[in-house]
């Protein structure tokens, strides 16, 4: 290589250098580094100095190391330099982790890829150095230690001055002389903590990284269409803002019915011995939120998609457009409800629900959303007269999703029936209509009750859906009876249904009270002990009385 070509070279790189992306630029400048710059200027002198190697050896500053006899000369010594220098240099960017001292750089590099939208890269960058970027993130320099150490103490120093006594009682004296203190220790504290910086950059940069990979909606929207799974990752870590970006998340990934939550749903079927889901590792969503609950209990998974049902629900009143839920059935079940906002929704809190009660997770995880499902359900429900055979079981596919939560709540309440006794989150306090927000079983038959209050009570609903519902009530109520055990928890059901969960407020008692009357009187009994039927008929009949 002679010097033609070392400056052809030099010519080359620096145009390239200057008609690339600023995207690529600020990637060269995160890689390369301060050492990096170094072995390509050691490099580059290197050569140089050997192609004026005769005009160094006349001054007398070039080692007598006698290459000639090995055939090397000036060009091919050039040659053995710069590859050296290649070789190095890949190396060392093969070696370069992501550090304080090139923090920034790489938030310049995050920030102009998110706003290029070039999410490819984004990713591939954030997922590699996304254990370094937690370090940096919760981590502070010494200095920032030291100076924070300062002023924690640079306030009283009494207790330089007195003797103390150490844990084992036996008394400790000063080390240094008091005036060692006043003199120089107190002032030197004190100029220190003036000059130390009070604000971390490097912390400061790795916060804005997290803050826009996690925050932006838009960055957000890709990882849950493009990279589903690397938000699990980053779930891992231990940031401030992952409770926000996993609202935001899970809310993308339903308002999308082609996403990972929709497919993971529907294949993610498969009941324990015990009515309990199982969890494939393949399914890496459900698996991470649900196979340990606490975890879904943690980032409190029930509010984001809790509010976007109801959010589908008003959508679909407002909406000028025909509802399809209004429709009838056709292959709604087989096909149809996997790819439906509402009951991918439905089916989801089943998921949640029955996890946190199978784990003995002691909080009810927002199944108190069921009765606001319901509500919404029942106001825009308007049948296509046209269609809509009203005589079928579902008439509706919003009859379905009304049958599939109150299914849903008496498979969780039925589950007394074979969890052990001593189970903490099914331990019943008491048989009234009374919050007990650790009990699973308990808030799903108050929850139920609510829902009856407003199913019964709607103009909307007709006699026959109505007892067909109260017929998969009043079986939960009579298995309980005659499960050993259970009878409590029969009776706060019952306590539950006759006060519409919490209480009456709002409607008539007379007519809600002769509608399950009416509904019960519907009811096939006759499977079922007749003592038990008589009883609640007496109370049923006591109750409508009172009212």
Same mark, same amino acid.
């Given at each position: 290589?002679?010097?033609?070509?070392?400056?052809?070279?030099?010519?080359?790189?620096?145009?390239?250098?200057?008609?690339?992306?600023?995207?690529?630029?600020?990637?060269? /400048?995160?890689?390369?580094?301060?050492? !990096?710059?170094?072995?390509?200027?050691?490099?580059?002198?290197?050569?140089?100095?050997?192609?004026?190697?005769?005009?160094?050896? +006349?001054?007398?500053?070039?080692?007598?190391?006698?290459?000639?006899?090995?055939?090397?000369?000036?060009?091919?010594?050039?040659?053995?330099?710069?590859?050296?220098?290649?070789?190095? #240099?890949?190396?060392?960017?093969?070696?370069?982790?992501?550090?304080?001292?090139?923090?920034?750089?790489?938030?310049?590099?995050v920030l102009e890829l998110s706003q290029e939208r070039q999410y490819a890269e984004l990713f591939y960058l954030t997922q590699k150095y996304i254990d370094r970027i937690e370090s940096l993130y919760i981590s502070e320099p010494f200095w920032v230690r030291l100076k924070n150490y300062l002023v924690r103490n640079?306030?009283?120093?009494?207790?330089?001055?007195?003797?103390?006594?150490?844990?084992?009682?036996?008394?400790?004296?000063?080390?240094?002389?008091?005036?060692?203190?006043?003199?120089?220790?107190?002032?030197? %504290?004190?100029?220190?903590?003036?000059?130390?910086?009070?604000?971390?950059?490097?912390?400061?940069?790795?916060?804005?990284?997290?803050?826009?990979?996690?925050?932006?909606?838009?960055?957000?929207?890709?990882?849950?269409?493009? =990279?589903?799974?690397?938000?699990?990752?980053?779930?891992?870590?231990?940031?401030?803002?992952?409770?926000?970006?996993?609202?935001?998340?899970?809310?993308?990934?339903?308002?999308?019915?082609?996403? &990972?939550?929709?497919?993971?749903?529907?294949? %993610?079927?498969? +009941?324990?011995?015990?009515?309990?889901?199982?969890?494939?590792?393949?399914?890496?969503?459900? $698996?991470? #939120?649900?196979?340990?609950?606490?975890?879904?209990?943690?980032?409190?998974?029930?509010?984001?998609?809790?509010?976007?049902?109801? $959010? &589908?629900?008003?959508?679909?009143?407002?909406?000028?457009?025909?509802?399809?839920? %209004?429709?009838?059935?056709?292959?709604?079940?087989?096909?149809?409800?996997?790819?439906?906002?509402?009951?991918?929704?439905?089916?989801?809190?089943?998921?949640?629900?029955?996890?946190?009660?199978?784990?003995?997770?002691?909080? $009810?995880?927002?199944?108190?959303?069921?009765?606001?499902?319901?509500?919404?359900?029942?106001?825009?429900?308007?049948?296509?007269?046209?269609?809509?055979?009203?005589?079928?079981?579902?008439?509706?596919?919003?009859?379905?999703?009304?049958?599939?939560?109150? /299914? +849903?709540?008496? =498979?969780?309440?039925?589950?007394?029936?074979?969890?052990?006794?001593?189970?903490? %989150?099914?331990?019943?306090?008491?048989?009234?209509?009374?919050?007990?927000?650790?009990?699973?079983?308990?808030?799903?038959?108050?929850?139920? !009750?609510? &829902?009856?209050?407003?199913?019964?009570?709607?103009?909307?609903?007709?006699?026959?859906?109505?007892?067909?519902?109260?017929?998969?009530?009043?079986?939960?109520?009579?298995?309980?009876?005659?499960?050993?055990?259970?009878?409590?928890?029969?009776?706060?059901?019952?306590?539950?249904?006759?006060?519409?969960?919490?209480?009456?407020?709002?409607?008539?008692?007379?007519?809600?009270?002769?509608?399950? +009357?009416?509904?019960?009187?519907?009811?096939?009994?006759?499977?079922?002990?007749?003592?038990?039927?008589?009883?609640?008929?007496?109370? #049923?009949?006591?109750?409508?009385?009172?009212?």
């Amino acid at each position: 290589m002679n010097l033609e070509s070392l400056v052809t070279v030099a010519s080359l790189i620096a145009a390239v250098y200057a008609i690339i992306p600023r995207a690529r630029r600020l990637e060269i /400048s995160f890689r390369f580094g301060f050492f !990096g710059w170094v072995i390509i200027v050691g490099g580059f002198l290197s050569v140089v100095y050997l192609q004026f190697y005769q005009t160094f050896k +006349i001054l007398g500053l070039t080692p007598d190391l006698n290459l000639a006899r090995w055939g090397i000369n000036q060009n091919n010594a050039s040659f053995i330099v710069l590859l050296c220098t290649t070789l190095t #240099l890949y190396i060392y960017i093969l070696l370069r982790s992501l550090s304080r001292s090139n923090i920034e750089k790489f938030w310049e590099l995050v920030l102009e890829l998110s706003q290029e939208r070039q999410y490819a890269e984004l990713f591939y960058l954030t997922q590699k150095y996304i254990d370094r970027i937690e370090s940096l993130y919760i981590s502070e320099p010494f200095w920032v230690r030291l100076k924070n150490y300062l002023v924690r103490n640079s306030g009283d120093f009494s207790f330089y001055f007195d003797d103390f006594t150490s844990n084992k009682g036996r008394r400790k004296r000063r080390i240094l002389p008091i005036w060692l203190y006043e003199k120089i220790i107190w002032p030197v %504290n004190k100029r220190l903590s003036l000059i130390l910086p009070e604000n971390n950059r490097y912390d400061n940069s790795a916060k804005n990284i997290i803050y826009e990979l996690l925050l932006n909606e838009r960055i957000v929207q890709a990882i849950a269409s493009r =990279k589903p799974y690397f938000a699990l990752q980053v779930l891992q870590k231990n940031f401030y803002e992952n409770q926000k970006f996993i609202e935001i998340y899970l809310r993308l990934l339903a308002s999308d019915t082609q996403s &990972v939550l929709y497919f993971e749903i529907k294949n %993610n079927q498969d +009941i324990g011995s015990r009515d309990e889901y199982i969890f494939p590792e393949r399914n890496r969503l459900l $698996h991470y #939120l649900f196979s340990d609950c606490r975890v879904a209990e943690k980032y409190q998974v029930y509010r984001p998609i809790g509010n976007f049902v109801t $959010h &589908v629900l008003d959508r679909l009143y407002s909406d000028s457009l025909s509802d399809p839920y %209004n429709e009838p059935m056709g292959d709604f079940m087989e096909q149809g409800q996997w790819e439906s906002e509402i009951t991918c929704g439905i089916i989801f809190f089943d998921i949640m629900v029955t996890s946190a009660l199978y784990q003995n997770i002691c909080w $009810h995880m927002w199944l108190y959303y069921f009765p606001h499902f319901v509500e919404k359900i029942i106001r825009n429900l308007n049948p296509n007269d046209k269609n809509v055979d009203l005589s079928d079981e579902w008439p509706t596919r919003y009859h379905y999703c009304i049958s599939e939560i109150v /299914s +849903i709540l008496c =498979k969780w309440i039925l589950a007394v029936e074979h969890l052990p006794s001593d189970q903490e %989150n099914i331990q019943l306090k008491n048989i009234s209509p009374s919050h007990e927000n650790e009990n699973i079983p308990k808030s799903s038959l108050l929850t139920l !009750g609510g &829902v009856l209050k407003k199913l019964l009570t709607s103009q909307k609903i007709d006699f026959r859906f109505k007892a067909y519902i109260m017929g998969t009530v009043y079986r939960c109520y009579f298995d309980l009876m005659q499960k050993p055990g259970c009878k409590n928890y029969a009776i706060a059901l019952m306590n539950s249904i006759v006060n519409g969960g919490f209480g009456l407020y709002s409607i008539s008692a007379y007519e809600y009270l002769s509608i399950l +009357i009416d509904t019960f009187e519907y009811f096939d009994r006759i499977p079922y002990d007749l003592e038990i039927s008589q009883n609640v008929q007496s109370l #049923l009949l006591n109750k409508l009385n009172e009212a």
